[in-house]
């Protein structure tokens, strides 16, 4: 499939206003294709000729959309290092739609609503190591975030000290993070937080959706998971320093941060 043949779809939305803010992203300078991850973008069934062209570095880039893409950035809250945050949200990632079931995500893509006091932007080094490792895991059989591209850039970014700043376009079954329902519950949105599992359901937990006992037994599953995840980890030797509620999917892997 050709990258003008694409036509994305973005089923978040359907939630509505409560759970996201539309976010136009803010493209790199001078954006260079470092690399592409031409065994994802066949499963996505997209030609794997196409990510050596100068259309796709714009799509990574985010100066060209696909057709289709209505970008925003996701609210949740979080616990964060024994402290819960009430309002946090994709403060430098920013949605751009969904191919079949796997949603497309552009990291260090510039601020949002949520950034606060960040730039939204993400540096190389980070980023270089976020799409090695998430493939690793991928290839040892553990569940977890995966990304279809990386681009440098001339763009300065500031880390203690200037570093060129980068993006990764990645890709996941589901953003939902356990911080998403402690948004909703923490302010008492019983409607909306409903409407969240119904959803979360519906996108990681199919084979429950027409069970009755459906809530109970998908966070039942979602622990189950999420153990085996972390013992998955350990066994290779993997840590993770910031395994906060905000960055725990609700799909039951962890993000790679």
Known sequence: MKLSEISVTNPYLQLGEAFYD?????PLEAPELID??????IELEIDKEELSTQ??????NGSRLLKGSKPFAMLYAG???GHFVPSLGDGRAINIGTIGKTHLQLKGSG???????????AVLRSSIREYLISEA???????????????DSSHSVYREEWERGAIVLRTS??????????YFAHNGMLKELHKLLEYAIAESYPHLVNVNDRITLMLKEFVARSAKLIAQWMSVGFNHGVMNTDN????????TK
């Open 79 to 81: 616990h964060q290092f």
């Open 173 to 182: 079954s589901s953003w939902i993070r356990v911080g998403t329902f402690e």
């Open 55 to 60: 259309e796709f570095v714009e799509i990574v």
């Open 36 to 41: 592409a991850n031409s065994t994802l973008a």
């Open 248 to 255: 725990f999917s609700i799909a039951g892997y962890h993000r």
């Open 22 to 26: 539309f976010t136009t992203p803010s």
């Open 137 to 151: 895991m991928k290839n040892l059989k553990i569940p977890t975030t995966r990304a279809l591209a990386i681009i």
């Open 111 to 121: 601020k949002t609503k949520y950034s606060r006091s960040g730039d939204g932007r």
